[in-house]
């Protein structure tokens, strides 16, 4: 089947496709994020501590992260739409599970099920499209738009959740991936063709992935506790040694495997590395404002959990009309330009947020987000496109679990990063204010009065802190692209790639 001819039917079969992958995508996404609000209702129900049912968050991400490099190279090696049906087919299987829980440890397995199913569609749908646009201009605009699901969902999860949790139980939450993903997986085999596979000279790199594993579950792992911990605790200071000691392990073992799950001559690449440190900065910033914004608006805006849903809906339309518009640039503007431009924007829209406080409305709220979100978005395309056009077609699945690894770290560490700078602000706000206020009063009711306003003024002097620093990390992100290069030429399919691939 060929995907890439210039007939109406072709075309239109590439946007089937480019929705297809979306399905996936948001699904995946969606799923991490919508559990948060069931949990809970989780926790009453299986009879929970905080402490435990936080788990059931923390093993998704974890799991995720792990397999993530894992399915990217099996795709390389096997074809991208076998490992795309195989990760949606088992998410499914795995959501069903999860919505027939009847216990703590049967919701971790089940989730851990669904988390090594869902890290299987990043690396694969961003190949499977880089693949079938292959006009530089197109496949930007279908990779910026499909980008921006990934942020959209973190967006829908409390806007659907809360209804669903509400009306139907939180089971439903699992329920309802099952008809969305079979029509999906449909989808999937009828629009989706086979890509190109990679010749195996190796049996595949299982200590590569072990090791690596095992480094980033660590490192997650005390990005997603750490606040609890202690950054310096026992637990935290393990977590550090492992992270450290088997990434060594790790490149040793890719540097003398000639077919290693991660090809560290990305790395030698600038443009790579440049386009990687810049989504690092930008979904970071991204991830650790979501978090935080319906925190302030619940606290202390007095909204409800719907209502605060409400709020992120200019910004999930923003996000998919900012990615279309910045990849109808591709071509036409250099890279850079735009992408420093998108951080200028972002900046923008950020540093708005540190003018809130508890009479703020709600436009206070959704002018700040729509403006992140329209400069965020983008910028979406032109990263994706430029990390697509500097690896050969048959090392996309690997090259775009980097991208999606690097993206998935950095929003933990954007929650992480922020969520301690909040708490480390607000303590030492209250106690700035404390000692420079008096009151003339020794009336207990006024002196509660007092206090209360002083601990007030110093959490909001915290999220003030909070988004001044997310601005500095996105007009850094924005100017340092000043430096990244796009390579306008597609990479053309090797010889090897050539005799294997079924495109005709």
């Given at each position: 089947?060929d ?14 496709i ?10 995946g996404r ?7 609000l069931?949990?809970?209702?989780i ?26 490099p ?26 069903l ?21 869902a890290?299987?569609?990043?690396p ?25 699901s ?15 949790i ?9 329920y ?34 072990i090791?690596?594993g ?14 609890t ?5 026992a637990?935290?200071l393990?977590?550090?040694?492992f992270?450290v ?29 440049n ?17 935080l ?20 809906i200019?910004m ?7 990615a279309?518009?910045g ?34 409305t ?22 994706t ?28 560490f ?9 708490q ?41 802190r909070?988004y ?16 990244i ?7 053309p ?7 294997m691939?079924?495109?005709?």
């Amino acid at each position: 089947m060929d995907n890439n001819n210039g007939n109406s039917k072709g075309s239109n079969l590439r946007w089937w496709i480019l929705l297809t992958v979306i399905i996936g995508t948001f699904l995946g996404r969606l799923d991490q994020t919508i559990v948060n609000l069931a949990l809970p209702k989780i926790m009453t129900d299986f009879g929970l501590t905080v402490t435990s049912v936080a788990w059931i968050a923390t093993i998704y991400i974890l799991a995720n992260a792990i397999f993530v490099p894992i399915w990217g190279k099996l795709g390389d090696q096997i074809g991208q739409k076998k490992v795309y049906m195989l990760g949606f087919s088992i998410f499914i299987f795995g959501s069903l599970l999860a919505g027939l829980a009847w216990d703590l440890n049967s919701m971790l397995f089940f989730r851990v099920i669904q988390a090594i199913a869902a890290s299987a569609d990043y690396p694969t749908a961003m190949a499977i499209l880089a693949l079938t646009f292959r006009d530089n201009r197109e496949r930007a605009q279908a990779l910026g738009i499909w980008s921006s699901s990934f942020a959209a969902a973190a967006v829908f999860g409390p806007l659907m959740g809360g209804p669903l949790i509400d009306n139907f139980g939180w089971r439903s939450i699992f329920y309802i991936n099952v008809p969305i993903g079979i029509i999906g997986m449909l989808m999937a085999a009828t629009f989706i063709a086979e890509t190109p596979k990679k010749v195996r000279h190796e049996s595949f790199d299982w200590w590569g992935a072990i090791t690596l594993g095992i480094s980033l579950s660590s490192l997650v792992l005390v990005l997603d506790q750490g606040l609890t911990w202690g950054w310096m605790s026992a637990s935290s200071l393990a977590c550090y040694f492992f992270f450290v000691a088997f990434l060594a392990i790790f490149v040793k073992i890719e540097y003398h495997h000639k077919d290693a799950i991660v090809d560290l001559n990305f790395f030698k690449n600038p443009v790579f590395d440049n386009v990687l440190a810049n989504s690092f900065l930008v979904f970071m910033v991204l991830m650790g404002s979501i978090f935080l914004i319906p925190l302030f608006a619940e606290t202390y805006l007095g909204f409800t959990a719907t209502q605060t849903g409400l709020l992120f809906i200019p910004m999930a339309a923003a996000l998919p009309l900012s990615a279309a518009i910045g990849g109808s640039l591709t071509g036409k503007i250099q890279a850079r330009w735009v992408l420093i431009v998108s951080g200028l924007i972002a900046t923008v829209g950020l540093f708005m947020f540190s003018w809130l406080d508890p009479r703020s409305t709600a436009w206070a709220i959704i002018i700040p987000l729509t403006i992140m979100a329209f400069g965020m978005g983008l910028g979406m395309p032109h990263r994706t496109n430029i990390i697509a056009s500097a690896v050969r077609p048959e090392e996309m699945g690997s090259a775009s679990s980097v991208l999606a690894l690097v993206r998935n770290i950095a929003g933990a560490f954007g929650v992480a990063i922020f969520g301690t700078i909040l708490q480390d602000a607000e303590i030492s706000n209250i106690l700035n204010i404390s000692h420079t206020s008096f009151i003339h009063s020794q009336n207990s009711h006024v002196m509660a009065q007092y206090i209360g306003l002083i601990i007030l003024k110093g959490q909001i002097m915290a999220y003030d802190r909070v988004y001044v620093v997310a601005a500095i990390a996105s007009l850094l992100a924005g100017l340092t692209a000043y430096w990244i290069v796009e390579k306008n030429d597609v990479q053309p399919l090797s010889e090897e790639a050539k005799a294997m691939a079924e495109i005709g």
